[in-house]
């Protein structure tokens, strides 16, 4: 079986800074990975290049057979990639409901009618927000709003789910609803890359890890070894 994403040599370069340096790694279908680093060693900058919104320097990027190296976002989400960020970015105006049909516009399976607003409640119970599209997004608490994130990526059928630290800034018990959906979502058989800081989550939802440090890959493997590398705790402390 072909991996879910492959990726080989991938370079990035700011001006004079080279923020992404031949980094190479894979995603088997099924796996929850984390991209893991401190601040500045290039994790949303790979993130940014998988799902075309920046373009890559150097190397490819493969979601399944399929060359997406070169795809716009639009192209990129239609192939079966949905991504999460790390602030909530409603549309205020909208419901809930609407925010999250609007995402089904950009997915790579089109629904319409009555097909789109049951698919649109049905992400939405599958993220705890059952019977709640008719409300004011300004009205939801944080959890809230994340979970709409969340039904938000979901609404496209995605096969690959960037997670860009959707869990931050969770409280305890929130957390633990959100590390809950991730493992639901893990039931269900997604690909997810998981940029997360919070090494709670990482544990529970990873097998395995990637750490990054100034561009570069400088650990790989299961979590529980890759996090306990001399290299790994060095590279944090030193955040
Ligand atoms: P991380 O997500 O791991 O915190 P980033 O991918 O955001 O790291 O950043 C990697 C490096 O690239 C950092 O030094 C950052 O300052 C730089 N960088 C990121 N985006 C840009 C940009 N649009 N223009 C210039 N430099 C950038």
Not at 22 to 38: C, K, M, T, W, Y
Not at 92 to 108: C, D, M, Q, W
Request: hydrophobic share 45%.
């Amino acid at each position: 079986m072909s991996e879910a994403l492959q990726i080989s040599n991938l370079h990035k370069r700011f001006g004079g800074l080279i923020a992404v340096r031949d980094v190479s790694f894979s995603l088997a279908p099924g796996e929850v990975v984390g991209l893991l680093g401190p601040n500045g060693s290039g994790k949303t900058t790979v993130m940014n290049m998988i799902s075309g919104a920046l373009p890559c320097d150097g190397g490819t990027i493969r979601l399944g057979q399929t060359d997406i190296t070169k795809m716009k976002p639009h192209r990129v989400a239609k192939q079966g990639v949905a991504r999460t960020f790390q602030l909530v970015r409603p549309l205020p105006t909208l419901t809930v409901g609407e925010n999250v049909l609007l995402s089904l516009a950009f997915g790579h399976r089109r629904h319409w009618g009555r097909e789109a607003r049951e698919l649109v409640e049905e992400k939405l119970a599958f993220v705890g927000l059952a019977g709640r599209g008719d409300e004011q997004v300004s009205n939801l608490t944080y959890i809230d709003q994340k979970r709409m994130e969340m039904a938000r990526a979901l609404a496209s059928e995605p096969e690959l789910l960037l997670l860009d630290e959707w869990l931050a800034g969770l409280n305890p018990s929130e957390l633990k609803i959100g590390i809950d959906l991730v493992q639901h979502l893990q039931g269900q058989g997604m690909t997810v890359l998981l940029v997360e800081h919070i090494m709670e989550a990482v544990r529970a939802l990873c097998s395995r890890c990637i750490v990054m440090s100034a561009g570069e890959v400088i650990a790989e493997g299961p979590s529980a070894e890759v996090l306990a590398q001399p290299a790994v705790i060095k590279a944090y402390l030193g955040d």
